[in-house]
């Protein structure tokens, strides 16, 4: 059994940023892929970005280039640096990781917050 928590959402003005950390109960090395997907209200869940074992990166295409996915081993989390926010980014964020032992297990956080408003 994988825990997920999330961390750092909160409400940004436009063009602000925000840092969502989420630290996983066992090693990240354990996990064959770990990221965000987002929901906003009267949409269904999309992937926002995803990192693999081996440390590739992917990220969807409305957020290339405004978002960084990293992970801190030492710490066992997954970060998600948000830079120039739009309001179409407000959306409750949910880490998730992917174990494959034996069979595949996704686990998901309890979701976060995130509100691009002026």
């Known amino acids: 059994q994988v825990q997920l928590v999330e961390s750092g959402g909160g409400l940004v003005q436009p063009g602000g940023s925000l840092r969502l950390s989420c630290a996983a109960s066992?090693?990240?090395?354990?996990?064959?892929?770990m990221g965000w997907y987002r929901q906003a209200p009267g949409k269904q869940r999309e992937l926002v970005a995803d990192?693999?074992?081996?440390?590739?990166?992917n990220y969807a295409d409305f957020v290339k280039g405004r978002f960084t996915l990293s992970r801190d081993n030492a710490k066992n989390t997954v970060n998600l640096q948000m830079n120039s926010l739009k309001f179409e980014d407000t959306a409750v964020y949910y880490c998730?990781?992917?174990?494959?032992?034996?069979?595949?297990?996704?686990?998901w956080g309890q979701g976060t917050q995130v509100t691009v408003s002026s």
């Open positions: 998730f990781a992917v174990r494959r032992v034996g069979s595949t297990r996704t686990y």
């Open positions: 066992l090693s990240i090395f354990s996990m064959n892929n």
């Open positions: 990192i693999a074992s081996g440390g590739g990166t």
